[in-house]
């Protein structure tokens, strides 16, 4: 595995900066000795044994490698200087631009990973602006320290992928919402049918891992074998379902675009 030097993470106090930072030392690719989380109120997650900081500027002094996880909103107040580090971003709509412009960096990237990444199964797409060797590489260690990682070719494919895959469960969990809606209609105890529900969507998941299969040729196998399955897929369509689809993203994508215009 890749040298990756020191990594610090500030917001490693928050959700996905703890997520990142148990991943990493998890997986081997950071030693504990080697990490520096900050945080900004509260107590440091005394689980993760790294070093800890409430001083972003202490962080980027003892860090090569520095990983901005705080709220896109907040990321005003967070004045450092670190013009001669790698930055890795993993804000929503905050541009490779503004990033450089409020930090001194000539080595951003931006990641996106979701709330899976506290389990190991984030979807991240990179996004690498650098001329410097390895620093692709580096970046890509961190995040499949947590998933899978893909590199894109465009920054305005990261925000658009924080409408897609940036959502983590809450799409799956609102076809599920719809499904436990429908099934209480019907008289289903509401427990019993969120239980139902949510196994689809596990199960759904585990099927497509194992199976390595696309979603349209699942989808259309369903619909060759013309069962009862392929009857709801196809009054599903018939109402809209990829349109509806479709209008969710474009409405999240536009959301993520917003962000980075304050």
């Keep these: 595995m890749r040298q990756m030097g020191r ?4 917001g490693g106090g928050g959700w996905l ?31 993760i044994k790294c070093h800890w900081t409430k001083d972003n500027n202490e962080l980027v002094a003892q860090s090569d490698v520095v990983v901005l996880s705080v709220r896109p909103s907040d990321w005003k107040a ?21 990033i450089h412009e409020d930090t001194g960096a000539h080595r951003v990237a931006r990641a996106l990973p979701n709330a899976a990444a506290e389990l190991g199964f984030s979807y991240t797409p ?20 947590c998933g899978q990682v893909d590199i894109v070719e465009r920054e305005d494919h990261i925000d658009y992928f924080t409408a897609m895959s ?56 369903f619909v060759a074998y013309n069962g009862t399955t392929a009857a709801g897929i196809l009054a599903m369509r018939e109402k809209g379902f990829e349109t509806a689809v479709r209008s969710g993203l474009e409405a999240a994508y536009r959301k993520a675009l917003a962000l980075s215009q304050g």
């Design 126 to 145: 990179i996004f690498l602006q650098s001329d410097r060797a390895g620093d692709l590489e580096i970046v890509r260690t961190i995040f499949e320290s």
């Design 78 to 98: 967070v004045k450092i200087d670190a013009a001669d580090k790698l930055i890795v971003s993993v804000m929503a709509g905050v541009t490779l631009d503004q």
């Design 7 to 10: 990594i610090g993470i500030i």
């Design 166 to 221: 940036g959502s983590g469960e809450a799409f799956p969990a609102l076809l599920a919402e719809a499904m436990v809606s429908d099934a209480v209609s019907r008289g289903i105890p509401v427990e019993m049918a969120t239980r139902a529900a949510q196994q689809v969507i596990i199960g759904a998941g585990r099927l497509q891992e194992r199976h390595g299969q696309s979603p349209a040729v699942a989808v259309e196998a």
């Design 17 to 47: 900066g703890s997520a990142l930072a148990k991943a990493l030392i998890s997986s081997g690719a950071v030693q504990p000795n080697a990490l520096t989380c900050s945080y900004r109120s509260g107590t440091a997650d005394a689980a």
